[in-house]
Structure formats: C-alpha cells, structure tokens
C-alpha cells in the first residue's frame, strides 16, 4: 500500500485532494503546521473500506520527508516560489515522487529543470497538476499531434472557482512580481504585465477578454509544442483599461524584495483572499498556426476549477504510487497525455478553421 502525503492539507485545494485521494486504497497522510485544523482536515475525509487518514504536524516538511521517504509527496503549499525547489529536492533525495499545484511561470520551469536529478534518483517529479497547467497543455498536445511544430500558439485559461484560499492571492503577488513574459522566436521575452488583450472565442459564439501572465502554462505550451512564439493569458486578471495601466506599476513595486515578503505576510496573517470569477463552467484554450497559414483552436470545458484541480491532482498521486511513472520531470500532460484531463472531467472540441487571432 502506498503512502502518499498532502502537503497544504487544512488549505482549499488540500482538503479537496485529500477527499479525492480515498479511494485508491493508498495511505493518506495530512501534513500541516497546525495540529488543531489538521485534525479537523482529517475528520472531514471519509475513508469508505479505506485506512483512515493519518496527520503529520511539522514545519519542515523537507526535513521529514529525507527522513521518513514517503511514496509520493502531493504539495499544494503556494507561492510556490517558495516550496517546490525544496519540497522536490527533498523528495529527490528520499526517492520520493512528487506533485504540485504551481502555476507561476518561475517554479514551473525550476522544477523541470530538476529533470536530469529525478531520473538519476528513480524520482518521478509532476509540476502543475491542477486546471493549470494541465487543461492548456492537453490542448495543446492534441492539437500538434502528429504535426510539425507550429509556428504560433496561444493558450488562455478561464477557471471558475467557488472560492479562492489566501494561497492563490500570495501566489499571484509572487507572479506580478515576476512581470509579463512571452516566447518570441523561441526565446524567452519580457513583455508589458497586462499586454497581449485577447478576446478569445468560445464554442457558443460569446468572446471572453484575457491579458497575458506570466503562469507555467507559458513553458508547457512551448513544450508541448515546440513552436518558436507562445503566449499565455488569462481571465484571471481584470482586464479593464485602467488595471492593465496600473499593472506594470504594481508588479514593479512587488519586485522590491521586502515589499513582496511584506504583503505575502500580510495576506498569510488575515487571510485574505482575491476576489473570484464563478460560474458553471471552465474554459481552456489553444490557439495554433502552421507555417504556411494553416491554424486550428480547441477548448477544454470543465465544471469549477478546484474540482477539477483536485481530481487531476489525485489521479497523478495515485498512479504515481501505483508505479505508473517514470522517472524524470514532467508536467501532467507531458507524462500522462490529454486523456488525464479527459479523466479528469475535461471535454475536449477542436475547430480545424480558426482566424488569426
Ligand atoms: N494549478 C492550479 O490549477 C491550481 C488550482 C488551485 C490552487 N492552486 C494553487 O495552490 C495553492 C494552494 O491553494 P489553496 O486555495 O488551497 O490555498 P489555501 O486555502 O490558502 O491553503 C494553503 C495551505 O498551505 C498552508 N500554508 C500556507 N503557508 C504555509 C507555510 N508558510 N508553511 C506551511 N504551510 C503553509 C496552509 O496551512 P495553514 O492552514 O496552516 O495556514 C494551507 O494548508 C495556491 O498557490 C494556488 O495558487 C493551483
């Protein structure tokens, strides 16, 4: 029986995993800082002919993982600028498998560049399971399938959620932090924060304004496809005339170390919370173009984000207690293909007569 932990797991997205995770016949372990709201974590799980959950109170998950070498590590402590460099290599160092939630641009690529560490440890290592990274990037690889590279490709993710934990609001300081960025000519490029307005086209006919943000969708996209220009938005961030002006002003003063460290305190001391975009349905979508003019779209639709998040998160943990990976450092679609979203709850449609956008 494989013993997988959840890191983060009194927050939002930790319950919700946890909940998911019951029925594989696998170990829980619920891992925080705080014993009373991990006990209450744990009370909440129900565990239907399933060992109960087990809790681990610690403020140094690193440290207990090198000792105690768990399976898998599930790590939904945002930003994670912070914890998954550490997290990982920890995991890397017990040969250990490890997931995350990230969706900012820098951990993202840090954890895949931990690449040629996991394969020598045995480790498998899975960055952005959640709505982000993975809704884009199925898209994306099921759009290039058995194509050349394309020369363009654009991916904007449109989540609904019923509420966000403060995680997600200290997360995306550290993303405004880090400015606007695209890929041009396959390099990586600084852009303005809240540039790149795109009314994206859903099936129904409706359009939804998206700005680009500096998310880990950007490398996965990239990846996934190859193509030289990629750019990544999102519905995630206002996008009236007067927040995209004060954008640039606002990541600017973030980039100041000790402002950023201030309000990621702040916001982690009362809780706050960012406002949150509800509704019935979740929407990815890509955007490719052939050399030649040639371009086809497709979108991802789901329920509400976190439900989502939670069940692509637990199926990767478990299949990576199960044996299923291989060592290395991947995004979900990158080790398990577009059929994990499908899994997941994602309907996939394509459009073979896309505009340019
Ligand atoms: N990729 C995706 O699609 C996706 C989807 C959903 C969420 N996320 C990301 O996942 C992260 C978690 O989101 P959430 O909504 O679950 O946030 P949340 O409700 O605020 O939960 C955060 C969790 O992290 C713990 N934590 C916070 N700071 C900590 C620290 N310094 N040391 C140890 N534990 C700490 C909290 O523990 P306490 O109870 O002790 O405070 C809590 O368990 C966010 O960064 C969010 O952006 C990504």
């Given at each position: 029986m494989g013993e997988i932990w959840i890191i983060g797991a009194t927050g939002r997205a930790g319950r919700s995993i946890s909940a998911e995770s019951t029925t594989g016949g696998h170990q829980i372990v619920l891992v925080g800082r705080n014993a009373e709201r991990l006990a209450a974590a744990a009370a909440a799980v129900e565990t239907p002919g399933g060992p109960p959950p087990r809790t681990l109170v610690t403020d140094d998950p690193a440290g207990r993982i090198t000792a105690d070498k768990p399976d898998v590590v599930v790590n939904t402590v945002?930003?994670?600028?912070?914890t998954t460099v550490p997290t990982a290599r920890a995991c890397v160092e017990a040969g250990s498998h490890y997931v995350d939630l990230a969706n900012e641009f820098e951990p993202v690529r840090s954890l895949l560049e931990l690449d040629s560490a996991a394969r020598a440890a045995g480790s498998t290592l899975v960055t952005g399971a959640g709505f982000g990274v993975l809704a884009n990037e199925s898209l994306v690889y099921e759009l290039c399938a058995g194509r050349p590279a394309p020369t363009r490709v654009r991916v904007a993710a449109m989540p609904v959620v019923d509420g966000l934990g403060p995680a997600v609001l200290a997360s995306v300081v550290d993303a405004a932090a880090t400015g606007g960025l695209i890929y041009r000519g396959g390099r990586l490029e600084r852009t303005r924060l809240g540039a790149h307005l795109q009314h994206v086209p859903l099936p129904d006919g409706t359009t939804r304004p998206t700005v680009a943000v500096p998310t880990g969708e950007l490398e996965a996209a990239l990846r996934a496809s190859g193509a030289g220009d990629v750019i990544a938005t999102s519905s995630e961030v206002p996008t009236g005339r007067a927040t995209r002006a004060v954008l640039p002003v606002v990541g600017a003063i973030l980039r100041v170390d000790a402002v950023r460290r201030s309000v990621i305190r702040l916001i982690d001391r009362w809780k706050l919370t960012p406002p949150s975009a509800q509704g019935d349905t979740s929407w990815a979508y890509a955007y490719a173009q052939w050399e030649g003019g040639e371009s086809r779209q497709a979108w991802l639709r789901t329920g509400e984000g976190y439900a989502f998040t939670s069940r692509v998160a637990a199926r990767v943990a478990a299949r990576l207690a199960d044996g299923d990976g291989r060592p290395g450092a991947f995004t979900p679609g990158a080790l398990f293909g577009a059929d994990l979203a499908r899994s997941a709850g994602g309907t996939i449609t394509f459009d073979s007569t896309a505009k340019d956008l």
């Open positions: 945002g930003p994670f600028g912070a």
